[in-house]
């Protein structure tokens, strides 16, 4: 499936591009997600998905994409520091002139309307602090709404059409992230038997590039109306997939 990879990248923010100092920088957001995700009451794979959207960029080792822990973003600009350092001296510096309103981390907490969030910066920018705070919030927005599509919404903001858009991206970039390079989810064998021929895969795909182009495109993600969606678009379409294009 060589064509799906810009499908999944078409989530990730315009950050500059990072040049680590240590390149095991790239698995921090993924290894606190593995942390804080069982028992967080969380549904799998959602935490990995809201940090794709929010702090992801291509990996340069490995061109896959990768959440990228010391990213902030102030008024709709993605910046990705190099260093853990250099993230915390680029925000204080902005802090001291007065801004505000600033995501930072993993999961891209606001500072402004968090205030209590972190004791400082270097626990903002802390992985493990930045997840564990993502989850006390989502779950507390669960907990309003009754809804995780509602508190996915807005755990981005509180506007419904933003908040709709912005779901929308987190529920692309989870299908795409849980299964790897893909666009489409595998059927499970015992639900599946004898639609397709053997060394056939069936897989249920949703939408496709175009319509992913539709939200992930800059413009789309700064939009202040939500894309509308075609009605196509809830009709899940089915294909075999012969099983070595998943290598």
């Given at each position: 499936?060589?064509?799906?990879?810009?499908?999944?990248?078409?989530?990730?923010?315009?950050?500059?591009?990072?040049?680590?100092?240590?390149?095991?920088?790239?698995?921090?957001?993924?290894?606190?997600?593995?942390?804080?995700?069982?028992?967080?009451?969380?549904?799998?794979?959602?935490?990995?998905?809201?940090?794709l959207?929010?702090?992801?960029?291509?990996?340069?080792?490995?061109?896959?994409?990768?959440?990228?822990?010391?990213?902030?973003?102030?008024?709709?600009?993605?910046?990705?520091?190099?260093?853990?350092?250099?993230?915390?001296?680029?925000?204080?510096?902005?802090?001291?002139?007065?801004?505000?309103?600033?995501?930072?981390?993993?999961m891209?907490?606001?500072?402004?309307?968090?205030?209590?969030?972190?004791?400082?910066?270097?626990?903002?920018?802390?992985?493990?602090?930045?997840?564990?705070?993502?989850?006390?919030?989502?779950?507390?927005?669960r907990?309003?709404?009754?809804?995780?599509?509602?508190?996915i919404?807005?755990?981005?903001?509180?506007?419904?059409?933003?908040?709709?858009?912005?779901?929308?991206?987190?529920?692309?970039?989870?299908?795409?992230?849980?299964?790897?390079?893909?666009?489409?989810?595998?059927?499970?064998?015992?639900?599946?038997?004898?639609?397709?021929a053997?060394?056939?895969?069936?897989?249920?795909?949703?939408?496709?590039?175009?319509?992913?182009?539709?939200?992930?495109?800059p413009?789309?993600?700064?939009?202040?109306?939500?894309?509308?969606?075609?009605?196509?678009?809830?009709?899940?379409?089915?294909?075999c997939?012969?099983?070595?294009?998943?290598?």
């Amino acid at each position: 499936m060589r064509s799906v990879l810009p499908f999944l990248l078409l989530f990730l923010p315009f950050l500059a591009q990072a040049q680590p100092t240590n390149p095991m920088d790239w698995a921090r957001c993924r290894q606190a997600i593995a942390t804080a995700e069982p028992g967080s009451g969380v549904p799998p794979g959602l935490l990995g998905a809201i940090a794709l959207v929010e702090s992801g960029q291509r990996n340069p080792r490995t061109g896959a994409p990768e959440p990228w822990p010391w990213s902030y973003n102030v008024a709709g600009e993605g910046h990705a520091p190099p260093t853990k350092a250099a993230a915390i001296a680029e925000v204080s510096a902005l802090l001291a002139r007065g801004v505000k309103s600033i995501d930072v981390g993993c999961m891209q907490v606001n500072l402004m309307y968090h205030p209590n969030a972190f004791a400082n910066l270097e626990e903002a920018f802390d992985p493990a602090a930045n997840l564990r705070y993502a989850v006390r919030f989502l779950r507390d927005l669960r907990s309003r709404t009754g809804d995780w599509g509602q508190a996915i919404a807005r755990y981005h903001s509180g506007e419904a059409e933003r908040g709709a858009a912005y779901s929308r991206r987190v529920a692309l970039a989870r299908m795409g992230a849980a299964w790897g390079r893909g666009g489409g989810v595998p059927l499970p064998p015992q639900i599946a038997q004898n639609i397709c021929a053997p060394g056939l895969t069936p897989m249920l795909f949703f939408g496709g590039l175009q319509e992913a182009r539709r939200f992930m495109t800059p413009e789309a993600r700064r939009a202040r109306r939500a894309v509308p969606v075609a009605p196509a678009s809830t009709r899940p379409r089915l294909a075999c997939i012969r099983n070595e294009a998943r290598r």
